[in-house]
């Protein structure tokens, strides 16, 4: 479910993750960042 859900975030609210980062539109590092965000927090999850 959080891969799912943080992977929809960027998808449904980019206006609101362009607000938070301060900028007005989502680089490719932006993106990159992002996914190594969420594979470590999925990963991380699995090995608790």
């Known amino acids: 479910m959080i891969l799912w859900s943080s ?3 960027y998808a449904d609210f980019d206006k609101l993750a362009c607000d938070a980062l301060e900028t007005t539109r989502l ?6 960042t992002a996914a190594q965000t969420i594979v470590q927090t999925v990963i ?3 090995l608790k």
Request: aromatic fraction near 8%.
């Open 7 to 9: 992977t929809q975030f």
């Open 27 to 32: 680089t490719a590092a932006d993106l990159e």
């Open 44 to 46: 991380g999850s699995l």
